[in-house]
């Protein structure tokens, strides 16, 4: 209750401090935020159960798969809130025309940046509630609700009032509060879920979001299509990956056998 509060409280004070063409300009780049949340959630659901199971049977393994969880999270976040900085132009205007949404564009922007963020905290929650720590994140949304709403009131104000689109404020709101909680669930983690290899993993990760989005400019600005553009970035991006070692063979073997190795844990759970 509380998470959906903080996550959709700026909606309800938008309506209340704003007007109804500020609340299309957020609605629009907002849709397309919640349609990207796809991947996290099959990940964790995935993933889950055989956290859990881990958890009583090998520790060792459950720090090992955390962090790797972690890592494959930000690895798929990255190119998607790349891209959707990078391209938000062309796709507000793909998919909701450039005429009424050109304000959505900025909002698009920041709110790929949340985007980044809200994976990284879908992984990091999965990862306490494994551990039994559901009560620590009660207390982790209780801070992003008090924090978010006096928060949204000021800058929802403030852009409204200085720049006619109080939604900026609102956008700005969510990445700030999602990068709360990221930091409050960091700190939450138990010892040996989270270490410096997953601040070298993010370092690289997010250097070949940046190269992917200077490909992105590059070829935007010799082709006519954005497609190309998006698709050549992700290829960059791949690309770029595997010499950084921040992929490597052992993460792609780790990941295919997933599935099964969940049901050995299962077998030998019950075994015991």
């Given at each position: 209750?509380?998470?959906?509060?903080?996550?959709?409280?700026?909606?309800?004070?938008?309506?209340?401090?704003?007007?109804?063409?500020?609340?299309?300009?957020?609605?629009?780049?907002?849709?397309?935020?919640?349609?990207?949340?796809f991947f996290p959630v099959i990940l964790n659901t995935a993933v889950y159960p055989v956290?859990?199971?881990?958890?009583?049977?090998?520790?060792?393994?459950?720090?090992?798969?955390?962090?790797?969880?972690?890592?494959?999270?930000?690895?798929?976040?990255?190119p998607i809130a790349v891209g959707m900085v990078a391209l938000a132009q062309p796709v507000?205007?793909?998919?909701f025309g450039l005429a009424q949404y050109q304000n959505s564009v900025l909002l698009l922007?920041?709110?790929?940046?949340?985007?980044?963020?809200?994976?990284?905290?879908?992984?990091?929650?999965?990862?306490?509630?494994?551990?039994?720590?559901?009560?620590?994140?009660?207390?982790?949304?209780?801070?992003?609700?008090?924090?978010?709403?006096?928060?949204?009131?000021?800058?929802?104000?403030?852009?409204?009032?200085?720049?006619?689109?109080?939604?900026?404020?609102?956008?700005?709101?969510?990445?700030?509060?999602?990068?709360?909680?990221?930091?409050?669930?960091?700190?939450?983690?138990?010892?040996?879920?989270?270490?410096?290899?997953?601040?070298?993993?993010?370092?690289?990760?997010?250097?070949?979001?940046?190269?992917?989005?200077?490909?992105?400019?590059?070829?935007?600005?010799?082709?006519?299509?954005?497609?190309?553009?998006?698709?050549?970035?992700?290829?960059?991006?791949?690309?770029?990956?595997?010499?950084?070692?921040?992929?490597?063979?052992?993460?792609?073997?780790?990941?295919?056998?997933?599935?099964?190795?969940?049901?050995?844990?299962?077998?030998?759970?019950?075994?015991?």
């Open positions: 209750v509380l998470g959906f509060i903080y996550y959709r409280i700026d909606v309800v004070m938008l309506s209340s401090m704003t007007n109804d063409a500020v609340i299309g300009w957020y609605g629009a780049p907002y849709r397309l935020f919640d349609t990207l949340m956290m859990s199971r881990l958890v009583h049977s090998s520790r060792e393994t459950m720090n090992h798969t955390s962090r790797r969880i972690l890592d494959v999270t930000l690895i798929v976040a990255v507000i205007a793909f998919l922007q920041i709110l790929s940046v949340s985007l980044l963020l809200v994976y990284v905290n879908l992984a990091l929650n999965t990862v306490l509630v494994s551990h039994d720590l559901q009560r620590k994140t009660v207390v982790t949304a209780i801070v992003a609700t008090v924090v978010n709403i006096p928060v949204n009131y000021f800058t929802i104000g403030y852009f409204q009032q200085h720049f006619g689109n109080g939604a900026i404020g609102a956008a700005i709101t969510t990445a700030l509060t999602e990068l709360c909680v990221t930091g409050m669930c960091i700190s939450l983690l138990p010892k040996g879920c989270f270490g410096i290899e997953n601040i070298f993993i993010a370092g690289k990760t997010l250097f070949s979001g940046a190269v992917m989005w200077g490909a992105i400019w590059f070829v935007e600005s010799h082709s006519p299509g954005w497609t190309i553009s998006a698709i050549a970035g992700c290829i960059v991006y791949a690309l770029m990956l595997f010499p950084l070692k921040v992929i490597s063979m052992r993460e792609v073997h780790f990941f295919i056998g997933l599935l099964p190795f969940r049901k050995q844990v299962a077998a030998s759970v019950s075994n015991n």
